[in-house]
């Protein structure tokens, strides 16, 4: 039954449970074992691949390393999604749960739980005798801060407030005559959803045999919270959301909508397959109790800008069916604590992200890896202090036809981007706490069709690394546009106003329009942000495309190239010749 339990070790060295080298440990029970010496659990030991997964190491004695120890050669060892708890120390103080001896730098921890370990009477749970011995990363730990990988520090209690776990029926003392506990997870524990996909691969079932993934991610640990949704999707699989709840209120259609939009999100993410959401015109201001109104979810797609009535995403009328997300000038308005894995992106599209305000970085939205905002209009957030990002704080993620315009920010006050793609988008009328700084910022991010443009400040300020194609920086208050760009930061059939060295690009005339010879950006009205182009412009069937990401559309709706040759800028022009 793939149960090690009540075994009893005698000699100094050994190890009364399991004994692992070059091993595989799945779907295991190690507990109530004891050792008068080292390790009543599992030892690792050697430089053979080893791995325990989906297994739970509860309820083990010994003098020192109750529960799991690897030994100080060891090497290449994975503990995925495993629980290690009640174990009891009689003699050391470190290291109940799990202690690690080794200084090598292959062994790995991820989405565990170490909690509820014992040296006698006081909390002992997981210590590294080099803390380059053992990554750890997404894993819950008590009474334990590791402030790299995205853990969790436990609370000690169970039930209460705080990050609980909320097991269904741990057990508390360790011995081999001890209640074997029930270490499954109930609904609000901090466990569910908090682990990871990334780079593992995972047994079908987990321990209790129940399906291990039952949402977009999976739980910390080795048992799987089983989920029942209130919501329920439709034949099209889609969730319909409205400012007012009808009908059932179970988001199986427009007149049975729900009004909790985080619920929603919330519950797409744990329905397999993924629903996609649809939220109908209104406002929406989401929780007052977090840093942001809303959270991203990974692997759900979220539609705004519907009057609530459509049945395909192509009736929508964005202009017509604003659907806006509001900070209330109180928090961040749409936020995302975690990278999502490739294939698990999340896209909020059509919405107006407004109000936001932070004493942080990201007042309008912060995104990570796989997060993507489409066809979204961001304005009027505001960043306090020396933050970064009013209108978007981007770190790995996707800017895609947006409008980014009347943030403030100490730095990047339309869009701080790190690593970041931003396509087709029109930054303007941002403006920077401290002038020395742009309305764009950031490192390592490309930029491709965009207008940087009529910012107050610098177009684009303190930014390394990154690339510019077909972009327009023009109008923005400080004249030359440009700041404090690093001589790895690349520009080709860029239209700067100014000039700048690279490839195909335009020297802009700092007027719209003129009489004399120059390169004239020809915006219909840039003063009432117009930026469509008119005849005569030079930004027009001046660009690249080879080798771009791009949309098939522009930010206007139009076709993103037209008449052969893609044009500089965020919107397309018609006009066959300059």
């Known amino acids: ?44 030991y050697g430089t053979a691949e080893s791995t325990m997964i989906n297994s739970l190491v509860a309820n083990n004695t010994a003098y020192s390393y109750a529960g799991v120890y ?54 002992s749970n997981l210590y590294r005798y080099y803390s380059s011995g053992l990554t750890v990363t997404n894993c819950a730990l008590a009474g334990t801060t590791i402030s790299d990988g995205n853990n969790i520090n436990l609370s000690y209690n169970n039930t209460g407030t705080g990050n609980v776990p909320m097991f269904t029926h741990p057990s508390t003392e360790a011995g081999a005559t ?28 987990d321990l209790a045999g129940l399906n ?19 919501l329920n999707p439709d034949a099209n699989n889609r969730l319909y959301v409205r400012t007012e709840a009808c009908g059932l209120g179970d988001g199986s259609s427009w007149e049975n909508a729900t009004n909790d939009l985080q619920l929603a999100v919330n519950e797409a993410n744990r329905i397999s ?111 306090d202090e020396s933050n970064r990002g009013g209108g978007v704080y981007v770190v790995k993620g996707t800017l895609v036809n947006c409008l980014i315009s009347n943030n403030t920010a100490y730095r990047g006050s339309g869009v701080y981007a790190d690593n970041a793609y931003v396509v087709g988008c029109i930054i303007t009328n941002n403006s920077n706490n401290n002038y020395s700084y742009g309305a764009v910022s950031g490192g390592a991010s490309t930029f491709v069709n965009c207008d940087i443009v009529k910012n107050l400040g610098y177009g684009v300020a303190s930014i390394t690394n990154s690339r510019f194609t077909n972009c327009v920086i023009w109008g923005n208050s400080y004249s030359s546009q440009l700041s404090d760009i690093s001589s790895d930061t690349k520009m080709m059939y860029c239209a ?83």
């Open 1 to 44: 039954d793939n149960v090690n339990r009540n075994t009893y070790a005698t000699t100094w060295g050994d190890c009364a449970g399991v004994y692992a080298t070059g091993s595989r440990i799945e779907s295991c029970i190690v507990r109530n074992n004891t050792a008068s010496g080292y390790c009543g659990g599992v030892q690792f």
């Open 70 to 123: 690897l030994i100080s050669n060891t090497n290449n060892v994975s503990i995925v999604n495993c629980d290690m708890v009640g174990n009891k120390n009689t003699n050391s103080s470190n290291g109940a749960g799990l202690y690690s001896g080794t200084s090598s730098t292959n062994n790995k921890l991820i989405n565990s739980v170490v909690w509820g370990n014992k040296y006698n009477s006081s909390n």
């Open 178 to 205: 001890c209640y074997d506990g029930d270490w499954s997870l109930q609904d609000g524990s901090i466990l569910i959803d908090k682990g990871s996909l990334v780079g593992i691969e995972l047994p079908e079932k």
């Open 212 to 230: 291990r993934v039952v949402s977009a991610t999976v739980d910390i640990g080795a048992y799987e919270r089983p989920f029942q949704s209130s």
């Open 273 to 383: 397959p993924i629903p996609t959401v649809w939220v109908a015109e209104g406002t929406y201001t989401g929780s007052e109790e977090t840093d942001y109104a809303y959270y991203l979810q990974a692997g759900v797609m979220v539609y705004g800008g519907f009057a609530a009535t459509e049945t395909e995403l192509s009736q929508r009328d964005l202009s017509s069916h604003v659907t806006i997300l509001d900070g209330g000038n109180a928090r961040g308005v749409l936020g995302q604590t975690a990278e999502f894995a490739d294939g698990l992106e999340s896209i909020w599209d059509g919405f107006t992200i407004q109000h936001g305000r932070r004493a942080g970085n990201g007042a309008g939205a912060y995104l990570m890896k796989n997060g993507i905002l489409s066809n979204c209009v961001i304005k009027d957030n505001v960043c």
């Open 496 to 578: 700067v106003q100014g000039g700048r060295t690279g490839t195909g690009n335009i020297n802009l005339s700092a007027s719209n329009s003129g009489d004399q010879a120059g390169n004239y950006p020809m915006f219909v009205d840039p003063e009432n942000g117009n930026w469509n182009l008119q005849q005569g412009s030079a930004l027009i069937n001046a660009g690249i495309s080879e080798n771009l990401e791009l949309p098939e559309k522009d930010i206007m709706g139009n076709p993103r190239i037209q008449n052969g040759i893609i044009d500089l800028g965020a919107c397309e022009s018609d006009i066959a010749d300059m």
